[in-house]
C-alpha cells in the first residue's frame, strides 16, 4: 500500500538525516509537541526559521563582503558577524539543525581570532548545509503529509 | 495593577515569555500552551514592562490589571537584556516581586547564571528549552511554592546550597552540553534540590 510505503520511506529518511548529523534531540522534542490540533507544527517552526533567517543569510553574505570582482576587500566587521551569527545559531539550535549549528559555531570562533579567510570558508560551507537541509526536511514532510494523520496523532499529551 | 499568585478561573498558569527572536517565540509559546499555559508572547523587555504596567506610561492601559504567574525571558535582546528585565522587576514593589523570572539563554556561561540568580531569578535554562523544564516548572509554581519568594537573595538560595555550591564542579564538567543526552543541563543550571 502506498501510505505503508510511505511511512516506511519516512522512517528511514529520518534515521539518515539523525546518523548524518543533520538533525539532533530538539527536533524530536518539537515533534513531540504536535497533537491533534497542532499536527504540522514541526514543519511551520521550519518554515518559520528558514524565512527568518534568510534575512539573516543576506546580512551575513552582505557583511561578508562576498563579491564576484575580485578587488581587495575591506576588513570585515567582525562584531556585526557575530552578533548576526548568535541570533542565527540560536534559531539553527531552536528547530534541531545541528550541523548548521556546528558551522555556526565555528563562524563565531573565527569571528573571536579575526580570521576573516575562515568566516567566509566556514560560511559557505554552512550554507550549504543550510541550504541541503532545507531540501531535505521539504521532502521529509512531503513525506509526512502522504503518510497520513495516524503518523502524527498518536502522541498522548 | 498585576497581581501573581492567583491563578485562574480553569487553574491556568499565565506566562508571559519575552525573547527577540521570531522562531523562539513560538517554540516557547508551544511548550507554554502544550503545558496547559495561557500565554503571553512579547519581542523585548521594553514590550513586557508595557505589558505588565511597570513602563511608567499606566494611563495608557485600558485594563484592570494583568495576572502574569510567571516570567520567562531571554538573556541576549537587544536593547533590554533579560538580565535588565529580571533587575527591574525585581526592583519593584512586592507585588511584582514575587513573579518569578525564569531566564533563558542559549549560552552556558557560569557568571552570567550565578548574577541572575543573585538577581532572584527562579531558574536559568538553557536554550534549546524543553517540555521537561516547563513542566517542571509549572507544577512547581502550580504548587504554590513560587509564593514564598522573600527579599532579593532569597531563602531558595539557601536551601539549594548544595546544588548551588556543586553547581561549579556540574558546570565545568559540562563542556558540551548540548552533546550529553544523559544530563539535561538546563536541570544543572537550576536550583534543583527543591523541585
Known amino acids: 500500500m502506498d501510505r505503508n510505503n510511505s511511512r516506511r520511506q519516512l522512517a528511514a529518511m529520518k534515521q539518515s538525516l539523525f546518523d548524518q548529523g543533520h538533525l539532533d534531540e530538539q527536533f524530536i522534542q518539537l515533534e513531540e509537541l504536535q497533537d491533534d490540533a497542532n499536527p504540522n507544527f514541526v514543519e511551520e517552526i521550519v518554515t518559520l526559521y528558514y524565512r527568518d533567517s534568510s534575512r539573516l543569510i543576506s546580512s551575513l553574505e552582505q557583511t561578508l563582503h562576498f563579491c564576484a570582482c575580485g578587488r581587495e576587500r575591506n576588513p570585515l566587521d567582525f562584531n556585526k558577524l557575530d552578533t548576526i551569527m548568535h541570533q542565527f545559531k540560536g534559531s539553527s539550535s531552536s528547530i534541531g539543525a545541528k550541523k548548521v549549528k556546528a558551522e555556526s559555531t565555528l563562524i563565531r570562533e573565527y569571528c573571536r581570532t579575526g580570521n576573516a579567510e575562515g568566516c567566509r570558508k566556514s560560511f559557505q560551507q554552512m550554507k550549504k548545509e543550510y541550504v541541503a537541509l532545507r531540501k531535505r526536511l521539504e521532502n521529509y514532510f512531503q513525506l509526512v503529509r502522504q503518510a497520513g494523520p495516524m503518523e502524527r496523532a498518536c502522541r498522548p499529551k | ?195
Not at chain 2, 485562574?8 to 508551544?30: Q, T, Y
Not at chain 2, 519581542?43 to 505589558?51: D, F, K, V
Not at chain 2, 541572575?116 to 516548572?137: H, I, N, Q, T, Y
Not at chain 2, 504554590?144 to 556540574?170: A, F, H, M, P, Y
Open chain 2, 1 to 195: 495593577m498585576v497581581t501573581t499568585g492567583d491563578v485562574g478561573v480553569v487553574g491556568e498558569l499565565h506566562v508571559l515569555a519575552v525573547d527577540d527572536s521570531f522562531v523562539d517565540r513560538k517554540v516557547i509559546e508551544r511548550l507554554l500552551k502544550f503545558t496547559s499555559c495561557k500565554v503571553t508572547v512579547v519581542e523585548s523587555g521594553t514590550r513586557a514592562l508595557q505589558y505588565l504596567g511597570l513602563d511608567g506610561d499606566t494611563s495608557s492601559i485600558g485594563f484592570d490589571g494583568v495576572k502574569v504567574n510567571m516570567i520567562m525571558t531571554d538573556y541576549s535582546m537587544p536593547g533590554m537584556t533579560g538580565y535588565e528585565l529580571l533587575k527591574k522587576i525585581k526592583q519593584e514593589s512586592s507585588v511584582f516581586r514575587e513573579i518569578p523570572v525564569v531566564v533563558m539563554s542559549s549560552e552556558n556561561i557560569l557568571t552570567r547564571i550565578d548574577s541572575c540568580l543573585e538577581e532572584g531569578a527562579e531558574e536559568f535554562l538553557l536554550k534549546p528549552v524543553k517540555l521537561s523544564d516547563v513542566k517542571r516548572l509549572t507544577d512547581f509554581i502550580m504548587s504554590g511554592e513560587g509564593k514564598k519568594v522573600g527579599g532579593k537573595r532569597s531563602q531558595k538560595r539557601n536551601r539549594s546550597d548544595d546544588c548551588i555550591s556543586s553547581l561549579s564542579t556540574t558546570c565545568s564538567t559540562v563542556s558540551h552540553p548540548c552533546d550529553l543526552s544523559s544530563l539535561s543541563p538546563s536541570a544543572m543550571s537550576s536550583k534543583k534540590s527543591r523541585l
